[in-house]
């Protein structure tokens, strides 16, 4: 019999729904599990056991009152600690925000509890969100449930690693880089970033961000199945007028061709064979169920990603001085490599880039005019090492090649599917494989119905 913390999220909220299960039993058997599960993978680094088991109380209650319940009713969620929740730091990672102390919820914190969303921590990210792996001088070091010597990605490390492991359903994460999509191909889950406007966000805490954040960077969900990414982005997607850039789409758009581009190795990035296998495997899954699928080169994302590190380092080296004043080991050696691949620009520079970007979305939506679907690698490697990033100017350099797709989509505000599809032996030992699903802007119902043919629902690590 499956245990009750290992059920998804679609089970949970049905059996609640139907008196079944109760939000409180729920809660209760989550913090059970983070308490087994946590020691060693130090992915959630807030609890607040007391304030959980009240919502879930509450839950109960609205459900004994006859009350029409919200979508993710009494469903354990974990937030990221980069995100405002009422009452709790928004750290960062940074040992200078431990006492940043949230007024209000985050508008995505916020739909997650209107939802009925039970939230039983708060899960771990580098030091400023910086970086492809899990480590700060505040929290420590998140590691990966599958395989330690893999890293569990980043900036949502903790969350990939946490969902992974059975600590909730759900899991939180942003992505302007690939913070949602990396870690959960690395911890061998599923992960949506949605498309710019799609989810509302804003941190009272420190005020609007600057323009490069504002652009590219979204909120989305984790988890172990794709039924439960849907139902986590419909509830996350909830309006909110604090964020101006949020927009009233419908999750579901108008019928689309069953068309999809095959891309082995965009703009001619190395690509492990292990990867490309998984591609091969994922497009004639799509063809064995009716899609038509062919190769076919997709508009640029290696210039896509040049202007998205030069528009993020310009906004970065704004607040340079926080970096200097923080003074992780981790992000300094980061921040210093990518200044070194992006000098500093002028003012002409990044009205250019901004200029650029029109281009791009241009061509990336007449792309998925034709081609609705984008088959594609979620990195040209393997999960990598842990800490590789900061082994090596050359390992970094290798890195930033390898995750070309994660740093050049944001920049064009499109959304984007990791589909885990299997498991690979690596040369560090097991290592989760899967592949990338694109689509247009405001076309998450289009990633999800494909990712569904494709990703299994992923059992939780005992």
Not at 179 to 194: D, E, F, K, N, T
Not at 242 to 264: F, I, K
Not at 351 to 360: I, N, P, W
Request: charged share 20%; proline share 8%; with cysteine.
């Amino acid at each position: 019999m499956t245990e009750i913390w290992a059920l998804t999220a679609e089970e949970m909220a049905a059996g609640v729904k139907s008196g079944e299960m109760t939000a409180r039993g729920l809660a209760e058997a989550t913090l059970a599990r983070i308490d087994a599960a946590n020691g060693p993978l130090n992915a959630v680094v807030a609890r607040f056991d007391d304030e959980a088991l009240a919502a879930a109380d509450a839950v109960d209650a609205a459900w004994a009152r006859g009350e029409t319940l919200g979508p993710l009713a009494g469903v354990p969620v974990t937030v990221k600690v980069n995100v405002d929740q009422q009452g709790q730091a928004t750290t960062n990672g940074l040992r200078k925000q431990a006492g940043l102390i949230a007024e209000d919820d985050n508008p995505v914190v916020a739909n997650l509890r209107k939802a009925g969303a039970v939230i039983v921590g708060r899960t771990n990210t580098p030091a400023f969100s910086l970086r492809w792996f899990t480590r700060n001088s505040l929290h420590g070091h998140t590691r990966n449930p599958l395989n330690p010597a893999l890293t569990p990605g980043g900036s949502s490390g903790g969350a990939s690693a946490a969902v992974a492991a059975g600590m909730a359903p759900i899991g939180h994460g942003n992505d302007i880089a690939g913070s949602v999509r990396y870690p959960a191909y690395a911890c061998g889950i599923h992960g949506l970033r949605p498309s710019f406007g799609r989810v509302p966000a804003y941190n009272g805490s420190a005020g609007d961000r600057p323009i490069g954040g504002q652009l590219m960077s979204t909120q989305g969900p984790l988890a172990r199945s794709i039924g439960d990414l849907r139902l986590a982005l419909a509830a996350m997607a909830a309006p909110d007028t604090r964020d101006p850039w949020w927009m009233p789409v419908p999750l579901t758009g108008p019928e689309a061709p069953r068309r999809a581009a095959l891309c082995l190795a965009p703009d001619g990035m190395a690509v492990a064979p292990e990867v490309k296998a998984a591609l091969r495997a994922a497009a004639d899954k799509l063809a064995a169920a009716g899609w038509q699928v062919e190769e076919v080169a997709p508009p640029p994302i290696r210039e896509a990603q040049e202007l998205q590190l030069r528009l993020w380092l310009a906004d970065f080296r704004r607040s340079a001085g926080m970096v200097a004043a923080e003074d992780d080991p981790d992000a300094n050696f980061v921040y210093a490599q990518l200044c070194r691949l992006s000098p500093e620009i002028d003012r002409d520079a990044l009205l250019d880039t901004l200029q650029a970007r029109a281009r791009l979305v241009r061509l990336w939506r007449g792309f998925f005019e034709r081609t609705p679907l984008l088959l594609c690698p979620v990195s040209g490697e393997l999960p990598f090492a842990d800490l590789r990033d900061v082994a090596s100017e050359a390992d970094f350099d290798a890195i930033i090649e390898a995750q070309m797709t994660m740093i050049g989509l944001p920049f064009m505000g499109l959304p984007g599917l990791t589909v885990t599809t299997g498991r690979a032996e690596g040369p560090l030992g097991p290592a989760p494989v899967g592949v990338q699903l694109v689509a247009a802007q405001f076309r998450e119902d289009i990633l999800l119905e494909a990712g569904e043919l494709l990703g299994p629902t992923v059992p939780a690590l005992a």
